[in-house]
């Protein structure tokens, strides 16, 4: 299947008529471009996804010209050999577009052709009530691969023992009798075709590279710039005995793959409560089964049956779909061990409504639909554990829970909390430290313009779409450095004085406070406990804004704002440095806004980027020692001018290890 190669002029006319952007403000396929090389590939179009049409249509690339959008039109002849599948998902589609005909193959004589099999230029529209919102450019340049019918051996393959040798010259090399990509080391590719991929060659091991020589090795120096100390601490060996022995799993037999009828998928629930809890021990109920409560995933996905840990707080939130919402067994009649022999715990559990639905529930639909009826739901579940020694004493549990109509589709987001507490401990806030702060805490904050003045400063943590009408937001942890942002909603005909001005209030929003906590175990009822005033820079004034007839311009916009912590250690404490804050500064940075129009300008709602940035910057609490005699004479001692130096090679032993205390790391001290 010779087809000629794509006209340049075609995909520069894509670019230039705005092809590749959305043509609407809340609907974009991500990515907009795709360069396919493969069967399939996949891309997700984002925004309101409802009652829209996605087709997929191709282009003549011999035309040189750009044919008008047309969307919702049935699939030509010229398409028949793809297939387009569309996945929802929330408040997003994933589509795939997929080569339905065979893999085009090559020769045995000919293992990797210079030119492609299969070249196309395929645009994926979306279309509502027959009107373009959005289009996907997909590139399809797909090369002979032989490696899809090898003609191999069905001969099993001895594998060396690899704690005496390497697994084979070319580890790369994968299949028998075929050439595999990017493998410049396979023999079975021509020299014609390993030039295709020669700037992409795989590199380390894998790629080949079997017995480098390591720079620890005494014939290393030999070849390049090495300190004085080198010969006497380099190693004497030979280059058969390479460190990457035993690189690949050691056994000459690979077990085969269990099938899926024989993969046991939940083991028994390790009791261990009738001795006492550990930190990190799940923790039992009566039926001998483990405690769950929802929680995220290091996938970022939320695992609805996730064991509850002993002394592990966390504090997640799950994004589920109405409609496939389904109510978990409750905990109030579930009876929890102790940590004793025959110890058990009832939970406390207290009901509350909801009185915000906005803030859980994303949707288009009125609440509570003539002729529907109401249901329940589940918003939020806090647990409170009170702990002593390693047993439990108590346990409260508040849930808060919404009306909603049975009919009603949308996404709702529920929160969920765990927390433990010791036994004698009261209701007061927990410290970020005692006295300095300890890194990934909340930074303590105070608004002394209100009533109930305990506060904290906050980023957002967009949801759904990312707008801000939706964003939550969740503290600043001391030492972490953060940016997040969300998207303002905004027509062509906005008011820019009212823009400013709200740009301004969200951005305001996120630092509700006054003072800050000089260190982390700040008293909230004294001021002059080591708190410091926030310093607060302005946003800048705005210019003259356009004149009326120049609808959707706005200059001057805040839309940035930066929030800079100066940090410092103070001592330590047992041998711990102990660290706390010397000021914070808030500042906004404007940017010009214009509408954004796709092939049309519409009027409909545009989007305002807005982000906040947190950076905490170290400062020395005290100035850096001077420099010695002898250190400014010998140079080779100095860290700063060498790539090893003695204070480096006997870092344990000198005073800059501050992973233990002196006093805990004094018997090992002996001990060498």
Not at 120 to 139: E, F, K, M, P, W
Not at 443 to 467: F, I, K, M, Y
């Amino acid at each position: 299947m010779g087809f000629p190669p794509p006209s340049p002029l075609l995909l520069g006319l894509l670019v230039l008529q705005g092809a590749l952007r959305p043509l609407r403000g809340d609907l974009v396929f991500v990515p907009s471009f795709i360069r396919m090389s493969g069967p399939a590939v996949s891309a997700t179009l984002v925004g309101g996804t409802e009652d829209v049409t996605v087709t997929l249509a191709a282009l003549q690339a011999e035309a040189g010209v750009l044919p008008g959008p047309a969307c919702g039109l049935p699939p030509s002849n010229e398409t028949a050999a793809w297939s387009l599948a569309t996945t929802p998902a929330v408040n997003s589609l994933e589509v795939t577009v997929r080569w339905k005909g065979g893999p085009c193959s090559s020769s045995e004589t000919e293992p990797v052709p210079e030119s492609p099999c299969l070249v196309q230029t395929l645009l994926v529209s979306a279309a509502h009530n027959a009107t373009c919102l959005a289009h996907l450019l997909i590139q399809v340049e797909i090369y002979a691969n032989s490696s899809l019918t090898p003609h191999a051996s069905e001969n099993a393959t001895v594998i060396p023992n690899q704690v005496y040798q390497p697994l084979g010259p070319c580890p790369c090399n994968l299949t028998a009798g075929a050439c595999d990509i990017r493998c410049c080391c396979d023999q079975e590719c021509s020299a014609e075709g390993r030039e295709l991929f020669a700037q992409s060659c795989l590199g380390g091991v894998f790629g080949g590279d079997v017995s480098p020589l390591f720079d620890q090795l005494c014939s290393a120096g030999v070849a390049q710039q090495v300190p004085d100390w080198f010969p006497w601490l380099c190693v004497q060996s030979p280059l058969a005995n390479s460190p990457f022995l035993g690189y690949f799993y050691h056994g000459s037999v690979s077990q085969r793959p269990r099938a899926a009828s024989q993969v046991h998928l939940y083991a028994e629930p390790k009791d261990s409560s009738h001795f006492g809890y550990k930190q990190g021990d799940p923790i039992m109920t009566l039926d001998k089964a483990y405690l769950t409560v929802p929680q995220v995933s290091l996938a970022g996905q939320c695992m609805q049956n996730a064991p509850v840990a002993f002394l592990q707080n966390f504090d997640v939130r799950c994004t589920t779909h109405l409609e496939a919402y389904q109510e978990r067994d409750g905990i109030i009649n579930t009876k929890i061990r102790n940590g004793t022999v025959g110890g058990i715990v009832t939970p406390k559990v207290t009901y509350e409504e909801a009185t915000d639905l906005g803030k859980y529930i994303s949707t288009t639909e009125t609440l509570l639909g003539n002729g529907s009826a109401p249901r329940n739901v589940t918003v939020e579940e806090h647990y409170v554990f009170r702990w002593n020694n390693n047993t439990i004493s108590e346990v409260n549990v508040r849930v808060i829970r919404a009306e909603v109509s049975a009919s009603w589709k949308g996404t709702m987001t529920q929160r969920f909390t765990v927390q433990f507490l010791s036994y004698n401990s009261g209701d007061e806030k927990e410290y970020s430290g005692n006295p300095g702060y300890q890194l990934g805490r909340p930074v303590r904050a105070l608004n002394t313009d209100r009533l109930n003045n305990v506060t904290s400063l906050s980023v957002w943590q967009p949801a759904g779409r990312g707008l801000c009408t939706s964003a939550t937001v969740r503290p600043i942890l001391f030492g972490e450095d953060a940016s997040s942002g969300c998207l303002l909603e905004v027509g062509i005909r906005e008011n820019c004085t009212a823009l400013r001005e709200n740009a301004v209030e969200r951005l305001s929003s996120l630092i509700q406070a006054t003072h800050v906590a000089m260190r982390g175990n700040s008293d909230y009822s004294d001021l002059s406990d080591g708190w410091l005033e926030i310093i607060r820079v302005d946003a800048p004034g705005a210019g003259a804004d356009p004149p009326t007839s120049a609808s959707g311009i706005c200059l001057d916009v805040p839309a940035q704002l930066s929030v800079r912590v100066l940090i410092a250690e103070a001592g330590a404490v047992q041998g711990l440095i102990q660290q706390e804050i010397l000021g914070v500064e808030t500042r906004f940075s404007t940017v010009n806004w214009q509408y954004q129009c796709g092939l049309t300008c519409e009027d409909k709602a545009g989007l305002l980027p807005l982000g906040v940035s947190v950076r905490f910057i170290k400062i020395p609490a005290q100035p850096p020692r001077p420099r010695t005699r002898f250190q400014i004479n010998f140079t080779e001692y100095d860290c700063t001018r060498n790539e090893v130096c003695w204070p480096q090679l006997l870092y344990p032993l000198t005073r800059y290890y501050q992973a233990q205390p002196e006093c805990k790391f004094f018997s090992k001290k002996i001990c060498w």
